[in-house]
C-alpha cells in the first residue's frame, strides 16, 4: 500500500490531489440554525489536517470530499459541510471554499481554477444518492465525475473504508492512489493490536448491544488475556448467569450466546460487581448503586458502580496493552459518568499501548474534559477498528492495496 508520503516524494505540486476525509463531524442542530458555531467535537477535522497540509506544502492542489450524517441522497440544508469548511480553513490557516455540490459545475471549475497550496472542500457526497448504491455502475458513473476533478487520490477517511462507497472504494480504480497519514497511523495501531500484542492485553467493551459487538467478541477472545465488559451490553451477559437485571437493556436473543461465551471464556470475561440504577434516563434521576445481584425489578442499571470501576482498574493497572471501545454508562448525562470516567481515566494510565477505539468512547474522552495525549491512539473510526479486529476485509483498504 503506498503512502502519502510516497507520493509527495514522486512530486504533486501542481498537481490536483483529491483527498477523502473523514469529516463527520456532530452538530448541535439548534446553534447551526441561529447561525452560531454549530460542531461540537472537531476531532476528526483535527486528524485531517496532517495528511492535507502535507500536500498543500508539496503545492498540490486539494480537493476534499467527506460526508456528514445520513443525508437522503439528495441536498439537505442541515447536513451541509459548510460549518465543516469555515473549520477547516481555521485549522489550516487559509481560506476553504465549499463548492455547491459534489462533483457537477461548480466543483469542476473550483477545482479547475485552484492555486498550489490551495484547497477546496466538494459538497456533502452523501447528497448523491449514487455514493452509496449497491449498484456498481451507478457508483461507478459518481465515481468517474470526482476523479475528473484529480489527477491523483488519497484515502485518508478511516471512518469511512469498511464502506463500499464511490468516493471510497470506486474511486481508488480510477486515480493512482495512497493512503493518508491518519489511515497509515489507525493500521499500524489495529495491525499492533492483532498480530503482536504486549502482553497482558486487556480488551475493554461497553455500548449498549451485544449484538453490535457479537462478532468482535468472537475474534478476539481467543487473543486477549481479559475482556472486560460493561454498558448496557452487560446486562444479557448478567442476564445469562441468572441475575435478575430490572428494567435495564436486556437482549433476550442473545443470552443462550452470552452464556456460550461465559463458558468458553473461563475467568477471561470480567463483569461488573456494581451498577448505578434509577428509574429512568433523566439529568435529574434519583440514583442508587446496588450489586448486580439486587437489581430492582423498576430500576435500570445506567452506569457501572465503584467497585466495578475499581475492579476493572485493577485488569487495566497491569496491562501492556489495551483497547477500548464503548462507554461503561450513558454518559452523556452527568449521574451516570463516573463509570465511563474511570475507566477512561485507567487507560489512560496504562504503561503501554492504549488505543481508543473511536465512536462514543472518543466522543466520552473529549465530552469529560481529559487529556487526549495521554492515549497512544485514539481511532476515528469505531465501525471500521471494530471490523478489522474482526479479521473482515475493508473495501477501501482493499482498493488502496491494488
Known amino acids: 500500500m503506498r503512502s502519502v508520503d510516497e507520493l509527495i516524494a514522486d512530486g504533486v505540486a501542481g498537481r490536483r490531489v483529491l483527498v477523502r476525509a473523514d469529516l463527520n463531524v456532530p452538530l448541535d442542530k439548534a446553534r447551526l440554525r441561529e447561525g452560531a458555531a454549530a460542531i461540537t467535537d472537531d ?8 495528511t492535507i497540509q502535507a500536500l498543500r506544502e508539496a503545492g498540490a492542489r486539494v480537493v476534499v470530499a467527506a460526508h456528514l450524517g445520513r443525508p437522503a441522497g439528495e441536498p439537505d440544508p ?3 459541510l459548510a460549518p465543516v469548511a469555515a473549520r477547516l480553513g481555521e485549522l489550516l490557516g487559509t481560506d476553504v471554499p465549499l463548492a455547491a455540490d459534489v462533483a457537477g459545475p461548480d466543483a469542476t471549475g473550483r477545482a479547475a481554477e485552484l492555486a498550489d497550496g490551495g484547497v477546496l472542500l466538494l459538497e456533502n457526497v452523501r447528497f448523491e444518492a449514487a455514493e452509496t448504491s449497491k449498484d456498481d455502475a451507478v457508483r461507478g458513473e459518481l465515481a468517474d465525475r470526482l476523479a475528473g476533478l484529480a489527477d491523483l487520490y488519497v484515502d485518508d477517511a478511516f471512518g469511512a473504508v469498511h464502506r463500499k462507497h464511490a468516493s471510497v472504494y470506486d ?3 480510477r486515480l493512482p492512489h495512497a493512503a493518508g497519514r491518519l489511515v497509515a497511523r489507525e493500521l499500524e495501531v489495529l495491525t499492533r493490536l492483532t498480530e503482536s500484542p504486549e ?5 475493554v467493551l461497553g455500548g449498549s448491544k451485544v449484538s453490535d459487538k457479537l462478532a468482535v467478541i468472537e475474534a478476539l477472545l481467543p487473543k486477549v488475556d481479559t475482556l472486560l465488559v460493561g454498558g448496557g451490553m452487560c446486562f444479557t451477559f448478567l442476564a445469562a448467569q441468572g441475575h435478575g437485571v ?3 437493556l436486556l437482549e433476550a436473543d442473545q443470552v443462550d450466546t452470552c ?9 477471561r470475561i470480567v463483569l461488573p460487581l456494581d451498577v448505578v440504577c434509577a428509574p429512568e434516563f433523566s439529568a435529574d434521576a434519583e440514583t442508587t448503586v446496588v450489586p448486580v445481584e439486587g437489581i430492582p425489578d423498576g430500576q435500570m442499571g445506567l452506569d457501572v458502580g465503584p467497585r466495578t470501576v475499581e475492579l476493572f482498574g485493577s485488569a487495566l493497572g497491569d496491562a501492556r496493552t489495551v483497547f477500548w471501545n464503548g462507554p461503561m454508562g450513558v454518559f452523556e448525562l452527568a449521574p451516570f459518568q463516573a463509570g465511563t470516567r474511570g475507566i477512561a481515566q485507567a487507560v489512560a494510565a496504562v504503561d503501554g499501548l492504549s488505543v481508543v477505539g473511536g465512536g462514543d468512547s472518543a466522543a466520552a474522552v473529549r465530552q469529560l474534559g481529559l487529556d487526549e495525549a495521554a492515549y497512544g491512539h485514539i481511532s476515528t473510526g469505531g465501525g471500521a477498528s471494530l471490523e478489522y479486529l474482526e479479521g473482515r476485509q475493508l473495501p477501501g ?6
Open 43 to 50: 476531532g476528526r477535522i483535527r486528524a485531517s489536517v496532517p
Open 78 to 80: 442541515q447536513y451541509s
Open 171 to 173: 474511486i481508488a480504480q
Open 199 to 203: 502482553r497482558p492485553y486487556v480488551v
Open 246 to 248: 430490572g428494567k435495564s
Open 259 to 267: 452464556r456460550r461465551l461465559l463458558a468458553e471464556a473461563g475467568n
Open 397 to 402: 483498504l482493499a482498493a488502496l492495496a491494488d
